[in-house]
């Protein structure tokens, strides 16, 4: 597992909302907006080289034609994430200080500590008091810890994890 596999830059329609959470979470650099257009979607992948991953036909064919990477994504589902993961040799694995920002695609601040201070209007007190790292998205504000929910998304990648192997499996 390289570095070189969070390099990958995606463009994700807006069909795929999961789908861009999870790749931004195992620290690929993914953009989601389901306001723009699919001309301005394909320029935006043609200036920016970023993979077009698209549940729309046309759309993918469209950027083939333009030499833009894409794939046929027909949803979100565990299948289609997998499938992205393994063509895309993204590993479903999370590292907070490597992961994007699910809500915006922000780069996140590790805190600890003191540098804590800086976030504790953002949380809960209990919260606050509890964990000893905070990873703090300065784009949105939005502010990560490993409570109950990183277990959840833990669980979910190697689910991912498991389908990928499944995949891999000569037949
Ligand atoms: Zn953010």
Redesign the pocket.
Same mark, same amino acid.
């Given at each position: 597992m390289t570095g070189q596999q969070t390099a990958r830059k995606f463009l994700v329609d807006a069909m795929l909302g999961k789908l861009a959470t999870w790749l931004r979470l195992a620290g690929c650099d993914t953009v989601y907006n389901p306001g723009i257009h699919d001309d301005e979607l394909l320029k935006m992948a043609v200036e920016e080289t970023r993979i077009l991953l698209s549940s729309d036909v046309e759309l993918v064919r469209r950027a083939e034609n333009q030499g833009v990477s894409s794939m046929l994504v027909r949803g979100s589902v565990d299948f289609e994430v997998a499938e992205v993961f393994r063509v895309f040799q993204v590993a479903p694995q999370i590292d907070p200080s490597k992961a994007r !920002?699910?809500? !915006? /695609?922000?780069q996140l601040t590790e805190l600890r500590n003191k540098e804590r201070e800086k976030i504790k209007d953002l949380v809960f007190e209990q919260t606050y008091d509890h964990y000893d790292i905070f990873w703090h998205?300065?784009? !949105?504000? /939005?502010v990560y810890f490993q409570g109950g929910y990183w277990d959840n998304i833990q669980k979910y990648m190697e689910r991912i994890q498991k389908i990928m192997e499944i995949r891999e499996q000569p037949r």
């Amino acid at each position: 597992m390289t570095g070189q596999q969070t390099a990958r830059k995606f463009l994700v329609d807006a069909m795929l909302g999961k789908l861009a959470t999870w790749l931004r979470l195992a620290g690929c650099d993914t953009v989601y907006n389901p306001g723009i257009h699919d001309d301005e979607l394909l320029k935006m992948a043609v200036e920016e080289t970023r993979i077009l991953l698209s549940s729309d036909v046309e759309l993918v064919r469209r950027a083939e034609n333009q030499g833009v990477s894409s794939m046929l994504v027909r949803g979100s589902v565990d299948f289609e994430v997998a499938e992205v993961f393994r063509v895309f040799q993204v590993a479903p694995q999370i590292d907070p200080s490597k992961a994007r !920002c699910s809500k !915006c /695609n922000g780069q996140l601040t590790e805190l600890r500590n003191k540098e804590r201070e800086k976030i504790k209007d953002l949380v809960f007190e209990q919260t606050y008091d509890h964990y000893d790292i905070f990873w703090h998205c300065q784009e !949105c504000d /939005n502010v990560y810890f490993q409570g109950g929910y990183w277990d959840n998304i833990q669980k979910y990648m190697e689910r991912i994890q498991k389908i990928m192997e499944i995949r891999e499996q000569p037949r």
